[in-house]
């Protein structure tokens, strides 16, 4: 499934595209997003990848998503639009959905273990507040340089943060996917939450592991700096047809 929006003020626009597919392997998607569909005072984008036995990854990332999505919409317009408040906004959504998914999974056996990794953009006056748990990825491309804006909460990203295993060892290491941080799996979680410039011209990825463990940041550059509808598309495919494994979705916002 693709979405798009383009969001028009005046003088400043924003373009978005997202698509997400199960993949070769997966049964069913447990991937969950949401991107701003109106002239909303915020801009929103969120991105989840679930886990968990039966349906629990669906349901954690789903209820990730909604959850987190409604708590800034019904409260941002109650709060000061400075810089302390956003954050604050922010981190509060992900901790409340953290909540939630933790709750859930106490109410059912089969959806014990359940999690999910949770990625937001919060758009607002040429800035992108960004909330961050898990292994999905954010990155920016301002002129002709590509920058991973998130550290994955990642068994690997540790080891190499230590200097124990290489960056190219950790791309082919057995326990890869082993998270040091999700929502849903503790009752508290403390997410990372940045702010960066949003420029003319920036183009923001958001996206699941599925499409970062099989395409590198180059080409993930290459395609989306051309253009950004074709680009969801494009690098969608490009992970199924290099195997797939996991559930592909990508979210891509431009500045224009």
């Known amino acids: 499934m693709q ?25 069913m998607n447990q991937d969950s997003y949401f991107i701003s569909t109106s002239l909303d005072e915020v801009q929103l984008y969120i991105v989840a990848d679930g886990m968990g036995g039966y349906n629990g990854g669906e349901i954690a990332s789903s209820l ?7 708590y800034i919409l019904n409260n941002f317009k109650d709060i000061e639009k400075n810089r302390e408040s956003i954050i604050q906004l922010l981190g509060s959504s992900m901790e409340y959905a953290n909540m939630v998914i933790y709750e859930k999974a106490k109410e059912n056996p089969e959806l014990q273990g359940m999690g999910t990794t949770l990625e937001i953009c919060l758009i607002y006056n040429n800035k992108v507040y960004i909330g961050h748990v898990g292994d999905s990825r954010i990155y920016r491309i301002r002129k002709e340089f590509i920058r991973k804006l998130t550290q994955d909460h990642s068994y690997v990203q540790k080891l190499v943060k230590e200097g124990t295993i290489t960056k190219e060892q950790a791309a082919h290491h057995p326990q890869k996917n082993m998270l040091m941080k999700a929502l849903g799996c503790n009752a508290f979680v403390e997410p990372d939450v940045m702010v960066k410039g949003f420029l003319k011209d920036d183009i923001l990825i958001m996206c699941s592991d599925g499409l970062s463990n099989l395409v590198g940041r180059e080409t993930i550059y290459e395609m989306a700096s051309k253009n950004i509808e ?7 495919q490009l992970a199924n047809d290099r195997g797939g494994y996991d559930n592909i979705t990508v979210v891509i916002i431009k500045n224009i």
């Open 64 to 70: 990730a998503v909604q959850t987190a999505k409604n």
């Open 230 to 236: 074709q680009a969801t598309k494009d690098l969608v």
């Open 3 to 27: 979405k798009s929006n383009i969001v028009n003020r005046g003088e400043k626009m924003i373009k978005a595209y997202a698509k997400s597919d199960k993949g070769k392997v997966r049964e």
